[in-house]
């Protein structure tokens, strides 16, 4: 039991690449989130899924898309990458009501 | 208002210390309320749910104050160990999870 898996640990980035960001869960958890982190700052919700096929923007959805086309999967595209972007990512799942379980995170840098 | 809204401190206790940190929200319809501890660098880890009759686990108390909107951590006996940034982060029946910015706790020698 992996529990939230998310790829890659690190990546650069130039202004104006894109790339997905991987999430997969093993706990056949029907809510799916993805957060990113500042310096400093709490975790701020970008969006979320409550089941396959089912999306929602957070508080920052901004430069984002996401989608979810299976219980296990929840990937976050960035399409045109931003210096504002720069951030700590982290996806998490859980069951309602019950505690959310965080994967390690995904450290992006953009220059 | 931020919908979920914490003191970002930082507390710096002696070991041994009694400390409490609170946490107001805004969201009247909120239903589930939890605490994380999050390390330097690291995922947040549950630390705790808060339920409305309260929560205790070993040196840690958890509350919910519903009538003033607010959830409270009492952490007791205070351990070098313990030093990290506490999130409380609530849910409402949307299952968004909203987070607080984080309380750093430092527990000095």
């Known amino acids: 039991n992996a529990g939230v898996t998310q790829t890659p640990k690190f990546r650069i980035l130039k202004i104006g690449q894109s790339m997905t960001l991987q999430c997969a869960q093993d706990m056949n958890h029907n809510y799916m989130y993805w957060y990113r982190q500042d310096p400093g700052m709490g975790l701020k919700l970008i969006y979320y899924s409550v089941g396959a096929g089912i999306t929602d923007k957070g508080e920052v959805p901004n430069g984002y898309n996401v989608s979810r086309s299976t219980t296990e999967d929840f990937p976050l595209r960035l399409e045109l990458a931003a210096p504002s972007q720069t951030s700590v990512y982290f996806c998490?799942?859980?069951?309602?009501?019950?505690?959310?379980?965080f994967g390690s995170g995904t450290r992006l840098t953009v220059v | 208002r931020k919908e979920v809204e914490q003191d970002p401190g930082p507390f710096n206790v002696p070991e041994g210390a009694t400390v409490a940190f609170n946490c107001t929200y805004s969201?009247?319809?909120?239903?589930?309320f939890f605490w994380y501890r999050q390390d330097c660098r690291k995922e947040p880890k549950l630390l705790m749910s808060v339920y409305s009759s309260g929560n205790e686990d070993g040196r840690f108390t958890a509350q919910l104050n519903r009538a003033s909107q607010y959830i409270s951590l009492l952490i007791r006996d205070s351990k070098l160990s313990d030093s990290a940034t506490y999130l409380c982060?609530?849910?409402?029946?949307?299952?968004?999870?909203?987070f607080g910015q984080g309380t750093t706790l430092q527990v000095k020698p």
């Open positions: 998490a799942s859980t069951y309602p009501g019950d505690g959310y379980t």
């Open positions: 982060g609530e849910s409402g029946n949307t299952g968004k999870l909203i």
């Open positions: 969201n009247s319809a909120s239903q589930s």
